[in-house]
Structure formats: C-alpha cells, structure tokens
C-alpha cells in the first residue's frame, strides 16, 4: 500500500508570493491533517479535513488555508508568504485517528 | 493553553536503556501518542496509549497515568540507529489532531 506522498517536496518562493501545497492521502483514509514544523516551535497543527470538511483549525492566521477533495486528496495553500513561514510541511492522514501516517513534508523556504 | 513538556536532549549509548519523560496540560484526553523522526524524515508512529498502565513494543514501552498527566517512552537494548528526536502528542479530542510536544534528540553512542 503506498504511504503519504506530498508535492512538491522543495519550494523557494519570495515574500508576498503565495503557494499550494499537495497532499495525497492513504488510500482509504479519509481524515487528512496539515502540520508545520519548525527548529524553534517544533510540530504545529495547522487543520484537519475530513470527507472533505474541516474538522478542526490551529492557531495559524487566515493566511494558511486548505481544501480536501472528495478522492480525500488535499491541499494548503499560504498567501502572502512572509519569512517566518519558512518550514517543513507535514501532511499526515488517519483512519482510525490513534495513528497518524505522515509524508515526507513539503520544505519550503522564503526568501 | 495546550503544553507538552519534554527534555530537549539525551544522550545514552549503545546496549542501554533511557527513559524520555512526557509531562502535558490540555483540555481535552483522549491518549498519549510517541513518534520517532530521524533527521530528514517523516515522524514514524511508535505508540499510543489511551489508558493507564505499560504498553509493550518489541524494543520500546511507553507508560501512562492519566491522573499524573504523565507519559514516557522506554527504549531498551539502544542501538545507533535509535538516534532521532521522539516525541509526545496528545490527542486531545475526538478528531484525528495532535498537538506534539518540541521533542527530544536521542544521541547514541557506541
């Protein structure tokens, strides 16, 4: 069965540019969530979607956005890039909820 | 707020045994999670404990008791490829999102 896979695995973009993350989940999940990952603030839980809804939201500004397909695929996308969105995007998608299955992120760096 | 403390690093070496101590204030419990990442990769999951008591995995364990608000991940028999950062997650409510705590660097050495 094929893991987590995520798109595009590097990104460089300037400041002010926006950007689409891909996340294709397990086949089968249906719960998909978003997570950035930092040296100084670690893991932080961006949003949840479920059966295409959004189940749950971090504490991120309403410039971190996302969407899930009804082939559960999903996708984030950050507008108006700042520096400090500089990070490893993680997807990570669940069937029951107590494993999460992660892909190997998305590193974007903001110049 | 939702916290999770963690010691930021430790070192052990090769054949021992170490303890990585999980301390959490949420709102909500549902169960203590343990993921493993190795540098460059993608968090793996190790365990999940919902209920008080010791869970068993080949090489590692991970403890809970939910009145202490307390977890920890036992590794056993350590070996380099041990080096990682682990952490705890709580899920904290009835959907699928964790919130992980920094980590923890494990250093092997022979």
Redesign the interface.
Same mark, same amino acid.
């Given at each position: 069965k094929a893991g987590v896979t995520q798109t595009p695995r590097y990104l460089i973009k300037t400041r002010g540019q926006q950007v689409t993350l891909s996340c294709s989940p397990i086949s089968g999940h249906r719960s998909v969530s978003w997570y950035q990952q930092t040296p100084g603030q670690g893991l932080q839980f961006l949003f949840e979607y479920f059966s295409e809804t959004q189940r749950n939201k971090g504490n991120f500004p309403g410039r971190f956005s996302g969407r899930q397909f009804s082939n559960s695929r999903s996708e984030m996308n950050v507008s108006t890039l700042e520096l400090g969105d500089s990070a490893l995007y993680l997807c990570a998608s669940s069937l029951a909820g107590n494993e999460q299955f992660f892909g190997p992120g998305t590193r974007l760096t903001v110049l | 707020g939702q916290s999770l403390e963690q010691p930021s690093e430790v070192t052990a070496v090769e054949g021992a045994i170490v303890q990585i101590n999980c301390t959490y204030q949420t709102s909500g419990f549902?169960?203590l999670?343990w993921?493993q990442q190795h540098d460059g990769?993608?968090? +793996?999951?190790l365990s999940?404990n919902?209920l008080d008591g010791l869970e068993e995995t080949g090489r590692f364990s991970s403890f809970l008791s939910r009145s202490d608000s307390y977890g920890y991940l036992l590794l056993q028999e350590l070996q380099m490829k041990d080096s990682a950062s682990y952490?705890c997650?709580v899920?904290d %409510? =009835?959907?699928? +999102?964790?919130?992980? %705590?920094? =980590?923890t660097m494990l250093l092997v050495s022979p």
């Open positions: - | 549902y169960g999670s993921y990769g993608a968090p +793996t999951f999940y919902a952490f997650a899920r %409510g =009835g959907y699928s +999102t964790l919130t992980f %705590g920094k =980590g």
